[in-house]
């Protein structure tokens, strides 16, 4: 089945202690993208990979880090967590384009940062 | 900066059409337009994706006019099960080439 898998789906921590949502989709899709989703925000994308070892930032890059050394994988990393990183965050691929050709989501992560 | 403004929430009852139009005034020339619904504590998923004019599938109608500046998204007959977030979606071309932009969707409530 043509999926994108994050884990873990529920996380709390505790400020400052380094954590990593990882993401992987089984469909060689080439684009990954990372958003988060507050009240009344809607979805803002974080970063964005067009394939492996290519990757730059979204609208609110600030405080994550990711990389993408294989094409199935796209971690997003938080050095050094704060609360206002709390939030539900979605991972995302599609085939070659992440603007013109339908992006697949995964099931999310709830993040709680105390 | 493409940008989509949408209406906040609607409501509709079961059974009528309903229209949710996306104002997206600074579309390039390249983009497409694409559609997404997201249940609560779901991922959105993609529903319907158009270039120009008018574009049907099993679920939804999407239409575009010439100037592209805006777009419609129309669902036929909706049913308790269509109350959901729907989210217009356009390229950032400028902010980079592969960022995207989602607004901050539209909330649909069926009534029955």
């Known amino acids: 089945e043509a999926q994108v898998t994050q884990n873990p789906r529920y996380l709390i921590t505790v400020t400052g202690k380094k954590l990593t949502v990882t993401c992987s989709q089984n469909m060689n899709h080439e684009y990954m993208s990372w958003y988060r989703q507050d009240p009344g925000l809607g979805l803002r994308q974080i970063y964005y990979?067009?394939?492996?070892?290519?990757?730059d930032k979204g609208d609110v890059p600030e405080g994550y880090k990711v990389s993408r050394k294989e094409k199935r994988n796209f971690p997003l990393i938080l050095e050094s967590p704060s609360p206002n990183q709390t939030s539900l965050y979605f991972c995302?691929?599609?085939?070659?384009?992440?603007?013109?050709?339908?992006?697949?989501f995964g099931d999310g992560t709830r993040l709680s940062i105390l | 900066l493409a940008k989509t403004t949408q209406p906040i929430s609607m409501d509709s009852y079961e059974g009528q059409e309903v229209n949710i139009t996306c104002s997206h005034n600074n579309i390039a020339t390249n983009d497409y337009i694409t559609w997404y619904q997201q249940f609560p504590s779901q991922g959105p998923r993609f529903i319907i994706q158009?270039?120009?004019t008018k574009v049907t599938n099993e679920v939804a109608s999407l239409f575009i006019p010439a100037d592209r500046k805006s777009s419609t998204l129309s669902l036929p007959r909706v049913s308790l099960s269509d109350t959901a977030v729907y989210y217009c979606l356009v390229g950032d071309t400028p902010g980079g080439y592969q960022k995207v932009t989602f607004g901050t969707g539209t909330k649909l409530q069926v009534i029955p």
């Open positions: 990979s067009m394939n492996v070892e290519v990757t």
């Open positions: 995302a691929s599609s085939f070659q384009d992440g603007k013109n050709q339908p992006q697949h």
């Open positions: 158009g270039y120009k």
